[in-house]
């Protein structure tokens, strides 16, 4: 969430920003109006509770000199019934104005560059070679039926499209893959392993931008209202809500595998086919608590995590910096990495990599001290997926393909596999 005080004294800068993320700025015209409103309450009130003090002490004199105080009194109680009425509206605007607040995107960082929409999106770097074959390459699709390791169909009969039943040495491919990136981050990269509840309260998803917004693209529990985690950036970037944390503990890593559960309502039709866009899917995520000068040189650290994932396996992949115009609603600044899929002849995205500055940090209120006796100031906070599956699947399947219809498994996931070749 932004700062109240800042949108209060920099609408201009806001509301540029809002056009650059090709967003509206109604609703800060909106916010500004109730927040004038809501302060000259504030203020009224504040006059008539320090007149009620004044004449509270009046009355009380009064009294002790046995003068009749029944007007003064019979004022009084007016002038409470006014400043009740005054604190119940104040309360009605200042709810309506967080909950403009709560559904107002972050501000890009200075160096987003500004744009549409993806294909403004600058090519920061590459990695590796696409694949050449002598033969024709075949979509991760047609290898995985052939192979029977994973099963679209049976997999769409248990629960609907875009779930997917993976099978024998497919399911090992995705269990040997969580293993490996969790190894990585924990063992090399100084993560902590967190293992988070999958489904969490209303609370935990506003923490992190999904609520009030995106609530709709979401697995709800109605009868509990409990969510299904859209990713383990919820439930791990909330462990601290509402905490102070000792300065000497910020910098934390913290890393997690879970499944991820998203309706993707509006994109009915669009990338379906196989493992490319799915309800329910896999990933180890990386969380960073970092202290604000601090956190563009953790983001690009992050980064490198993710890239070293891409590079073990062997993967071509390139890093994309997002344009304001194509940034998540809670990102300060992005990098995607996208891997190379010979078989669908595209780039997927597999990583994402943000800053959200304070603006996560302030809807939940995680805070950190630098030392004893010091203000409270909001972390930073960082996530990125290290990386997801099944677009890391579709990748291996794809450019590790033979022409005898084996799939050759990279070398750093052998130990987890138990197995050189699949098929």
């Known amino acids: ?88 509206k104040f309360a009605e605007l200042d709810a309506e104005a967080e909950d403009i607040l709560m559904r107002v995107p972050n501000l890009p960082h200075e160096s987003v560059p500004i744009g549409k929409d993806a294909s403004d999106n ?114 791990v970037t909330n462990i601290y809500n509402s905490e102070i944390l000792d300065g000497e503990s910020v910098p934390k890593y913290m890393t997690a595998y879970t499944p991820c559960f998203r309706r993707e309502a509006g994109s009915a039709g669009k990338d379906t086919r196989g493992l490319l866009r799915v309800h329910q899917f896999d990933k180890v995520e990386m969380v960073k608590y970092a202290r604000p000068e601090e956190s563009y040189d953790e983001l690009e650290k992050m980064t490198h995590d993710a890239e070293e994932v891409l590079q073990n396996l062997g993967l071509t992949y390139r890093v994309i910096l997002l344009c304001t115009g194509d940034m998540g ?3 300060a600044k992005t990098y995607d990495l996208e891997v190379w899929s010979p078989g669908v002849g595209t780039w997927l995205e597999v990583s994402s990599c943000s800053n959200c500055e304070d603006f996560q940090a302030r809807r939940g209120s995680i805070r950190f001290r630098r030392e004893f006796g010091a203000k409270p ?47």
Do not use: C
């Not at 590459?126 to 047609?142: L, R």
């Not at 291996?396 to 197995?419: A, C, F, K, S």
């Open 377 to 423: 100031e909001f972390v930073h906070t960082l996530n990125g997926s290290g990386v997801a599956l099944p677009r890391t699947v579709i990748a291996i399947i794809e450019n590790y393909q033979q022409p005898d219809g084996t799939i050759i498994v990279p070398e750093v996931l052998r130990p987890y596999m138990g197995v050189d070749v699949i098929g």
């Open 329 to 331: 609603f809670s990102s």
């Open 122 to 235: 600058p090519i920061v770097r590459t990695w590796g070679e696409q694949k050449q074959f002598d033969f024709e390459p075949q979509a991760h699709w047609d290898i995985a039926k052939t192979l029977d390791i994973i099963d679209f169909e049976r997999g769409t009969k248990l629960s609907g499209s875009g779930f997917i039943l993976y099978k024998g040495l497919g399911a090992r491919l995705e269990r040997a893959l969580i293993n490996y990136m969790l190894d990585l981050h924990t063992r090399e990269h100084g993560y902590q392993e967190i293992l988070p509840p999958f489904i969490v309260n209303r609370a935990t998803m506003t923490g992190t931008g999904q609520l009030p917004k995106f609530e709709y693209d979401m697995y709800r529990l109605p009868d509990d209202d409990l969510f299904l985690i859209p990713t383990a950036e919820v439930p």
């Open 1 to 88: 969430m932004l700062d109240a005080k800042m949108v209060r004294t920099n609408p201009d800068k806001v509301r540029q920003a809002l056009v650059n993320r090709q967003d509206s700025t109604e609703q800060i015209d909106k916010f500004l109006a109730l927040d004038e409103e809501r302060r000259k309450l504030l203020t009224e009130s504040e006059v008539l509770k320090a007149e009620r003090n004044k004449v509270s002490e009046e009355i009380a004199k009064m009294k002790r000199e046995k003068v009749d105080a029944i007007s003064e009194i019979e004022r009084m109680r007016g002038v409470s019934e006014k400043i009740k009425e005054l604190d119940a």
